[in-house]
């Protein structure tokens, strides 16, 4: 339990509910046992009716107020059994919603490296499935613990008072009953457990092969997929099978030992009857009663006890990533300014989970208003170099300041507000192109939507589409192209007018006339701004006013296109190369 008591706090926060709940339980179950004393008093009539103690009239009139009670408790036993759950099992929801916020924020808060390290499935399921189990102990194991202790105090109390010999020998199955549901409750929860897992390779495999149909069908293996399927299939329908063998227990075990109670009763009453130790078989039949009130409620108590072993095994999973302190964080309140000159001096940096040194020793300055180009081949560190300003990781050695101040001295609300970062794979949600672009700026009006996108040279593709702006995008909607996807994000990032633009990259599938085009009008919108442009291109990278190449994470040449095109080195091979594919294209 110790793991639970995370869930303190909320308790606390819906006391209210739950004593309320709790008052209502216990008031339920009070008016729920009257049926069984009228009915003995019901028998007891009989007897003295039959045996002419009391005139028919009175037998009438005995039967009548016994029937009026027992319909008049059992309707307001149910309508308190109705509060009982509205009180009680919402309290549970409330706190799955609470917890669930929790964890979402948490996960927000959580820096890149935490993702890398953690499958995307896993922090799915400890934020719907293990919140859920949680919510069983939260609501249901709580309502049933408070039914079955008020029904089992108040229930043997009565018994007591009617027969205390018959009390024992009719309450000594139950346990055995509790023990059975318990292990029954474990071996349930254990395959379906497995059955979950198998269900869950089988989404994720034919999620997959729904997303990679168009390779599946280019490649023509559709034969095996539809092979791998069935296989994965036929092994979840054993786990089922084996689960609902299992599963197939419960009800005969619970009828079993329902039978066995009442069989005692009507043996052990029936002997006391005889003897005198009992005035009525009216009580024969109010234990009947009892015994089949007690009989649920006890088997509850093992499957209580299985709900909250699998509830404390999940908040266990869920108190794992609440408790990760996360590695970037604001390290002051105070706004700070984040335009101004970008310097990196020495820069090393290495990533956690590859353990790739992606920097090496990397020094450069641009200043405010200037643009700068990133050039190298694939995996030299130039990607990184963006993660960096964006404190998306922190660095092992040397320094980043921008506008003078370290970087992780700046406000991080401040520092990411000022940027705009253009990722190389251009990420956009299931929602409308309008939304997708306004996503960098809530504020932003209809014309600031079109003005960016008319910047990034995707205005005329969006207003083809028959629903313009609003055409919905993902898998309900239309799918862009590489190169529509990439000014679309470049328009999400240009509308927040920020003070440091990023390009990772980000015009590789546009065409060079209209990658000229963007280029121009990026000059334009980025004055006094400062940008970076990571490239494979010269033609991106041939007006900035700095060019650096990198090879292996170190810098291995910088300058300005004009100088660099007459150094021997990675730039002038590229520009050469470009060069030549250009008029080998035109010719
Ligand atoms: N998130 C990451 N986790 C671990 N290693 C990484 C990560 N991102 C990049 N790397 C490694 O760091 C090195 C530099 O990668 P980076 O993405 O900065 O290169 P790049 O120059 O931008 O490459 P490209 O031109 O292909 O985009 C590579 O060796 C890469 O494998």
């Not at 130790?277 to 009525?280: L, Q, R, T, V």
């Not at 590859?354 to 090496?360: G, H, P, V």
């Not at 083809?464 to 609003?470: A, C, E, M, R, V």
């Given at each position: 339990m110790k793991e639970l008591q995370h869930l303190n706090k909320y308790f606390l926060k819906y006391k209210f509910y739950l004593i309320v709940g709790i008052i209502i339980t216990i008031a339920a179950r009070i008016f729920l046992l009257f049926t069984p004393r009228y009915v003995k008093k019901i028998f007891v009539a009989i007897e003295r009716g039959s045996s002419g103690e009391i005139s028919k009239e009175v037998f009438k009139y005995e039967l009548s107020e016994a029937i009026a009670y027992i319909i008049g408790a059992a309707a307001i036993g149910a309508i308190l059994t109705f509060f009982m759950r509205q009180t009680i099992i919402n309290v549970s929801r409330y706190i799955e919603y609470d917890l669930k916020n929790e964890i979402y924020a948490q996960y927000q808060k959580l820096s890149l490296n935490f993702y890398k390290k953690n499958r995307t499935g896993d922090l799915m399921n400890r934020i719907s499935e293990d919140v859920g189990r949680v919510r069983m102990y939260a609501g249901p194991a709580i309502m049933y613990s408070i039914n079955t202790i008020a029904l089992f105090v108040i229930v043997i109390i009565y018994m007591i008072n009617a027969s205390p010999k018959l009390t024992l020998y009719t309450i000594l199955p139950l346990p055995i009953l509790s023990v059975i549901i318990y292990k029954l409750s474990k071996e349930i929860h254990k395959r379906s457990t497995i059955v979950q897992e198998y269900l869950s390779k089988l989404s994720t495999f034919t999620q997959e092969s729904f997303s990679g149909i168009s390779v599946i069908k280019a490649y023509g293996i559709e034969p095996q997929t539809s092979s791998n399927f069935i296989t994965l299939a036929s092994q979840s329908k054993a786990k089922q099978i084996s689960l609902v063998k299992v599963q197939a227990w419960f009800f005969p075990m619970m009828i079993l030992l329902i039978g066995a109670s009442n069989l005692l009763v009507i043996y052990i009453g029936g002997m006391q009857y005889i003897n005198g130790?009992?005035?009525?078989l009216g009580t024969i039949a109010e234990f009947i009663i009892y015994v089949n009130m007690l009989t649920w409620p006890v088997a509850t108590v093992g499957w209580v006890t299985s709900i909250i072993q699998q509830a404390e095994a999940s908040q266990k999973r869920i108190n794992e990533f609440l408790k990760i302190k996360p590695e970037?964080?604001?390290?002051?309140?105070a706004t700070t300014n984040a335009s101004g000159n970008i310097v990196f001096n020495n820069v090393s940096f290495t990533y956690?989970?590859?353990?790739?040194?992606?920097?090496?020793?990397v020094t450069f300055s641009i200043k405010q208003g200037e643009t700068l180009a990133i050039l190298g081949?694939?995996?030299?560190?130039k990607s990184t170099i963006l993660d960096l300003i964006g404190r998306l990781y922190d660095i092992d050695s040397g320094s980043i300041k921008i506008n003078d101040i370290s970087l992780n001295k700046h406000n991080l609300t401040n520092l990411r507000d000022s940027i705009g970062y253009v990722p190389q794979d251009a990420f956009l949600f299931s929602d409308t192109i309008k939304n997708n672009i306004k996503f960098g700026k809530e504020t932003a009006t209809e014309d600031d939507v079109i003005n960016a996108a008319k910047n990034a040279q995707v205005h005329k593709n969006i207003i083809?589409?028959?629903?313009?702006?609003?055409t919905v995008l993902g898998e309900r909607g239309i799918t862009l192209s590489g190169g529509q996807k990439q000014r679309v994000s470049i328009a999400r990032a240009i509308i927040k007018s920020p003070e440091i633009l990023l390009f990772d990259d980000?015009?590789?599938?546009?065409?060079t006339e209209t990658e000229e085009k963007i280029l121009k009008n990026l000059n334009k919108i980025s004055k006094g701004k400062t940008t970076i442009i990571v490239s494979h291109r010269v033609s991106s990278a041939k007006n900035a006013d700095k060019i650096i190449v990198l090879d292996g994470g170190e810098i291995v040449q910088e300058g300005t296109h004009e100088t660099l095109v007459n150094i021997a080195g990675y730039y002038k091979d590229l520009y050469l190369k470009q060069l030549s594919e250009n008029t080998s294209g035109t010719s």
């Open positions: 130790e009992i005035e009525s970037i964080t604001n390290t002051t309140e956690d989970d590859t353990n790739i040194q992606a920097l090496k020793n081949k694939t995996g030299s560190g083809k589409f028959n629903n313009g702006y609003d980000c015009l590789s599938a546009v065409d």
